[in-house]
């Protein structure tokens, strides 16, 4: 027979089903006794004789169920198995760490990540790994519809040329080389050859602060595309990939809440929103290279309230405090064509116009004193010709993050990785 | 005016268009000059005045033309360009180190792989960039439908478990760490939580070989699902998986023979394989533990001929020859349920039934002589309940590699990494 999913069941009231999964936990009600079994689909309980239940294995267990479906008001499923023929698939050599049956997990945050593969199966655990996977989709679908073509670039590079700190060093093969801290360069050199690329993948931050923002290893979901007219295309296209991950987010989730996507997204300049911080913290904040997060959570709730929108872009981040590679906005000296974009008080993307032409990029090293035989390749592509163009990255687990309301992001990875935290 | 794609012009016979690309090629055809543009979809010739190409920049620099769609039977894509206003966007600053116009390349690949940002313009060098976009498409598409959730998981370990032999080391805040070879053990750890997940990332070899078939960095696609009745379950998906990945290939790349994929899959017994390949070869293979690539080619060429197929299953690797994860062959002594996807004379998927129980994993490991405290929390998914399961994971570059008939898979990688290439 067939395995029939949990959730399904209510489809096969008075027939005879085969369900799997993990024994949950055990109810006696007066002389009733009841087994919860728990697949990817939900929990169902079955009415058990007692010496059924006695004969049980620890939780966790994997039980095989044949068991007549029937209609029972007061589960929460609406239905209910009898009957049942119980067959013991694999037996759980000890009880659970974590107390999976509880509705909310109690352990402390590091006991549930030492014990992941356990902890996991709580349904609590698995909603940011269902939403992440939806983003996902959300991201691809927009960028396949117009056009873009994924890639896969390395992770191991042979210099540390994009930023130089929080670099993670190898040995490769007796060299030295590092973790790539994003996929910028090879982005970028790929417009070059496919005008518009779309990379889902790992990125490497030595991060040595310890902080409920900052992860060592995290999904970065990185867009660069060419022939454009300004970062006001970019943004377009932002405004569009960030509308299809959160329209694919709501199915998946129906219990978290997902904002819309106001097109064009609210824009506020880099200047006017100091000014308007100065005047609303009655500091003087002109001299300011970036946004504190204290600043950038009261530009979200400002958003809030002037245009009813959870995100707010943030545009010409002073030039000197952004990478190299930024373009200037043409406009505004001093100031660049960059921009964050804040979601519920948070940077969840940057971006922005990149430099294109080969004379600014040297223009560029020169004046940070860079030599630039390293970045010799990547600039191979601006001698021999580069659009004007531009892109961003997303960093996913901030978006699930506020999107779940967790105080940490390491409460939305499965396995983080930080300064401390290796393993499982 | 908003810009055209080339290969639509055919689309505005008549009309004055915007097109945008890179300078391919200049011609001169007696007193008629043409300037030959390319653009991610293809290339057109504009009709230009000999004062406008006396004028131009190097090859590769970057155009923006106005001008009139006009019908040309001679030219490959029906139209030209007639009547061009050009501007200059970006100058290059030199002639590009590969010669982009000619309809081969012919540098030598050391070359073409140093200069990829120059190289990778050519059409030749993005039909396998295009096609690995259409088959992990194709791979997620069928996998979603199946009710898999995808998954990121670290690629910084804390311990090199999985194998021992070829793992790049790196520092980690002062520890040593380890890259990942496979996503192997979070899959499967996952298979506990979420039943069915699959994952898309890169894995790392630090293999000493400078050979035609390896590379230091792969994509690999990872599938594992719980709830299996034998390995045939995990075949099953693989065959779905596989055939979806050919349907999407096919539409984008209709200069690439995409083979059918036979369901089911046909199957050899590694044992029944030996046996042949001993009669054809007149040697005495009984005792080997595993294929050699002459025995993988051999054996494609018989399921070519014996079923017409391009896909070959070979199933019951010997057990001592397989990770220590591997599940026996419950109707075959020392043999596994392990396999190996041919495809064209090589191995492009290793897959199979895993242990599942605690018990098992710990016989496994003794008899190997291995300590289990490193496997700690990979353990402890077993101790707490695990149903049968199984996987595998596809090598991308190796398909795409077979697919377009490459002699090395560096060939079908953007930026290849092996024992002597770090950059670019």
Redesign the interface.
């Known amino acids: 027979m067939n ?1 029939t999913l949990i959730a399904n069941l209510p489809d096969h009231v008075g027939e005879t089903v085969r369900v ?1 999964g ?2 949950h936990a055990t109810r006696a009600l007066g002389r009733t006794n009841f087994v919860l079994l728990r ?2 689909s939900g929990v169902v309980q079955i009415l058990t004789p007692p010496d059924d239940a006695r004969g049980l294995p ?5 039980l095989d169920v044949e068991a007549q479906v029937a209609r029972d008001a007061r589960a929460a499923l609406g239905v209910e198995l009898h009957s049942p023929v119980l067959r013991i ?6 009880p ?2 974590v107390d999976l049956a509880k509705p909310d997990l109690t352990a402390s945050w590091p006991f549930l990540l ?5 902890s ?2 709580h349904a609590s ?2 909603v940011a ?2 939403l ?2 939806a983003l ?2 959300g991201f691809r679908a927009a960028l ?1 519809s117009e ?1 873009f ?11 540390a040329t994009e930023g130089g700190a929080n670099v ?6 007796g ?1 030295p ?1 590092f ?1 790539a801290q994003s996929p910028q ?2 982005k970028q ?2 417009v ?5 690329v779309y990379e ?3 990125v ?1 931050r ?1 991060e ?1 602060h310890d902080t409920v923002r900052h992860l ?2 995290y ?1 970065s979901l990185d867009v660069e595309l060419g ?1 454009i007219e300004s970062w006001r295309d970019v943004a377009g296209v932002l405004q569009r990939v960030m509308a299809a991950m959160m329209t694919h987010a709501q199915p998946a989730n129906p219990g978290v809440a997902v904002p819309p996507v106001p097109d064009p997204l609210p824009v506020v300049h880099f200047a006017d929103a100091l000014e308007m911080l100065g005047t609303a913290l009655g500091a003087n904040l002109a001299a300011e290279p970036d946004l504190a997060p204290a600043h950038e959570r009261w530009l979200s709730r400002w958003a809030e309230e002037e245009y009813g929108s959870a995100f707010l872009l943030v545009v010409g981040y002073p030039l000197a405090h952004r990478p190299f590679y930024t373009h200037p906005d043409p406009e505004r000296p001093g100031y660049s064509a960059g921009f964050d974009l804040l979601f519920r008080g948070q940077e969840i993307v940057t971006g922005g116009q990149r430099l ?4 600014d990029y040297l223009a560029a090293l020169t004046q940070r004193g860079w030599d630039p035989t390293p970045y010799a ?2 600039l ?9 163009h531009g892109g961003f990255a997303i960093g ?1 687990e901030r978006v699930v993050q506020k999107l779940v309301g967790a105080a940490n992001v390491r409460e939305v990875c ?2 983080p ?1 930080d ?1 401390h935290r ?3």
């Open positions: 395995r799997q993990w024994l697949d990817r620890p939780r966790e267990s994997v698939v694999a037996a759980a050599a000890a659970p760490a030492d014990h992941a593969p356990v996991l199966r655990r698995q790994a269902r992440s996977a996902v989709q396949q056009g073509v994924e890639v896969f670039t390395p992770k191991v590079l042979g210099t993670f060093q190898l040995d490769y093969f060299r080389a973790l360069f090879y050199m790929l070059g050859a496919l005008e518009r889902v993948g790992p490497f030595a040595p060592s290893q999904t022939f294109h032409r080969y004379a390749s990547y191979e592509a601006f001698q021999t010709g580069m659009p004007p996913l499965l396995f990785r300064v290796l393993v499982p």
